[in-house]
C-alpha cells in the first residue's frame, strides 16, 4: 500500500516528526472548508437580492448584480467590524 | 467511520486519515449546497404545493438549479478576486 501514496507518506499518524505537517495541512483543509462555506451563505443572500424568476440562462443583469452584492456584503462585513470595535473601544475609555 | 478505534486510527498513515477528511469536508460542504438550493428553489418553484410534483415545477426546479449553480460559481469567483487584492 505503501507505494501507492509514494515513500514520503510512510509515516503513521503518531509519528511526532510528522505531527507538524498534519496540522499544518489540517489547518489548510480547515480554511478550504471555512472558504466554501462563506461561498454559500454569500450565494444564499445575494440569490434572494438579485435572483428574479429562474430563466434559462444567468443573464449579465443578474451576474452582475451577484458581483456587487459580494463586494458590498464584504465591505458591510468590514465596515460593521470597525466600527464595532470603535464603539466598544468608546465605551471601554469612558468607564 | 464510527466504527474506527483509536490504535486503528494510529495505525492507518496520515496520508489516508487526511483522505478521509477532505471527503468528510466535501460531503458536507455538498449538503449544504443540495440544502440551499432545495430552499432557494422550493420558494421559486412550488408557490402552491399540490397532490403531485408536477411536470412545470420540476423544469421549474431543474432550471432553478441550474441558475443556483452559475450563481455560487459567479459569487466564489468575486469572493476569491476580492481576497486576492
Redo the contacts between chains.
Keep these: 500500500?505503501?507505494d501507492l501514496?509514494g515513500s514520503s507518506?510512510?509515516?503513521?499518524?503518531?509519528?511526532d516528526s510528522?505531527k507538524e505537517?498534519?496540522q499544518e495541512?489540517?489547518q489548510q483543509?480547515t480554511a478550504?472548508?471555512e472558504?466554501?462555506?462563506?461561498?454559500?451563505e454569500?450565494?444564499?443572500v445575494?440569490?434572494d437580492k438579485?435572483?428574479g424568476?429562474?430563466?434559462?440562462?444567468?443573464d449579465s443583469k443578474?451576474?452582475t448584480c451577484?458581483?456587487n452584492c459580494?463586494?458590498r456584503f464584504?465591505d458591510v462585513t468590514m465596515f460593521v467590524t470597525q466600527r464595532f470595535a470603535q464603539i466598544v473601544e468608546k465605551n471601554q475609555s469612558m468607564r | 467511520m464510527d466504527s474506527l478505534s483509536a490504535s486503528q486510527l494510529s495505525g492507518l498513515k496520515s496520508e489516508e486519515i487526511m483522505d478521509q477528511i477532505r471527503q468528510q469536508l466535501a460531503i458536507a460542504n455538498a449538503q449544504l449546497v443540495i440544502q440551499k438550493m432545495t430552499e432557494k428553489c422550493f420558494a421559486k418553484c412550488i408557490s402552491k404545493p399540490g397532490s403531485s410534483l408536477d411536470n412545470s415545477e420540476q423544469k421549474c426546479v431543474a432550471m432553478c438549479m441550474d441558475r443556483y449553480m452559475d450563481s455560487h460559481s459567479v459569487v466564489s469567483t468575486a469572493y476569491l478576486n476580492r481576497l486576492r487584492q
Design positions: 500500500m505503501s501514496y507518506s510512510d509515516s503513521k499518524l503518531g509519528d510528522n505537517k498534519l495541512e489540517l483543509l478550504l472548508s472558504l466554501q462555506a462563506q461561498v454559500v454569500f450565494t444564499d445575494c440569490w438579485c435572483m424568476t429562474p430563466g434559462s440562462k444567468l443578474t451576474q451577484m458581483q459580494v463586494e464584504l
